[in-house]
């Protein structure tokens, strides 16, 4: 399984993006799937994801502001990312869960200067 992360890039502080990750396979199969995003010097941290059902969750430093979707036709899931601010640097990853296994992308730098 291949994920292929798209979508980063330079944004001031309020301003928006919109992330796409493609798969190589079927994405209604999967248990969750994810972004995730590591600042530099700090660990990886679970951004959103949206289970099997399609229910999304958020981390409580993103919520009112980033969006998951999945179009399960285009086999891509999006992270929509309004009202970005400066500690929204980092790059950011997805990711797919099909216990036991599990599938990460190449990840996007998102860079929000203030």
């Known amino acids: 399984v291949q994920l292929q992360a798209s979508g980063g890039g330079t944004v001031q502080a309020g301003g928006s993006l919109r992330l796409s990750c493609v798969v190589s396979r079927n994405i209604s199969s999967f248990n969750v799937m994810g972004w995730h995003r590591q600042a530099p010097g700090k660990a990886r941290e679970l951004v959103a994801s949206?289970?099997?059902?399609?229910?999304?969750t958020y981390a409580n430093s993103v919520k009112g502001r980033f969006i998951i979707s999945r179009d399960i036709a285009k086999k891509t899931v999006y992270l929509q990312m309004n009202s970005l601010k400066p500690e929204d640097t980092a790059v950011y990853y997805c990711?797919?869960?099909?216990?036991?296994?599990?599938?990460w992308g190449q990840g996007t730098l998102v860079t929000v200067s203030s």
């Open positions: 990711n797919a869960e099909d216990r036991p296994d599990d599938y």
């Open positions: 949206l289970s099997v059902s399609g229910r999304p």
